[in-house]
């Protein structure tokens, strides 16, 4: 079974421009989460969707951040304009239902960085 | 106190030790409780679920202690191969990711 696919693997800009990641999910996953993951932590959520809507985005910074998952099964997670503290990997994981009782599965992650 | 809390080590024990790590979490109402695994530059991977009754996986062995709050997970005889960090998940709808224990198995 394939799992959770994300591109870019790298991503290297400058501050103030624009940057998008993709993610699709493990075939039959409702459910799709958004991660940040910086250095010597552990993932923190950004957002999480249950089929197209997005269902807790608490954590997701609004002025710049934005995403959406078009016809619940491929997300994108955009950031314009990105700040030197975006710089992070992004995760993207997901799992049969919303449930906490199913574990996620990650992507390999997007490793940005913000010059 | 925070939500979900490990000791980050590092842990540096040689090969065939048993190791144990401890996890405490804040929310009582917690019903799912994991350990993962995260190799350096790498994506969490799922390690085990931790269940009520305690569990077993080979070497691995999960521990849930709900009076308490806390999950351990203990290794016995340590490989190299399991050099990593060690990541507690709990929670409900949403999990929440300890930041990790890292542990290094030197030969």
């Known amino acids: 079974e394939a799992g959770v696919v994300q591109s870019p693997r790298y991503k290297i800009i400058e501050k103030k421009q624009p940057v998008a990641f993709w993610c699709n999910p493990i075939s039959g996953h409702n459910t799709l989460y958004w991660y940040r993951q910086n250095l010597g932590q552990g993932p923190e959520l950004l957002i999480r969707y249950e089929n197209e809507e997005a269902v807790d985005d608490s954590q997701l910074p609004k002025d710049r951040f934005s995403a959406e998952r078009l016809k619940g099964v491929d997300s994108t997670l955009k950031i314009q304009p990105a700040e030197l503290g975006d710089s992070a990997v992004y995760l993207c994981a997901s799992s049969p239902r919303e449930t906490g009782s199913y574990a996620q599965y990650f992507g390999p992650g997007t490793r940005l960085t913000v010059l | 106190r925070k939500e979900v809390e490990q000791d980050p080590g590092p842990f540096n024990v040689p090969e065939g030790a048993t190791v144990a790590f401890n996890c405490t979490y804040s929310n009582s109402a917690s019903q799912s409780f994991f350990w993962y695994r995260q190799d350096c530059r790498k994506e969490p991977k799922l390690l085990m679920s931790?269940?009520?009754s305690g569990n077993e996986d080979g070497r691995f062995t999960a521990q849930l202690n709900r009076a308490s709050q806390y999950i351990s997970l203990l290794i016995r005889d340590s490989k190299l191969s399991d050099s990593a960090t060690y990541l507690c998940v709990v929670g409900n709808t949403p999990l929440v990711f300890g930041k990790g224990t890292r542990l290094s198995v030197i030969a």
């Open positions: 931790v269940y009520s």
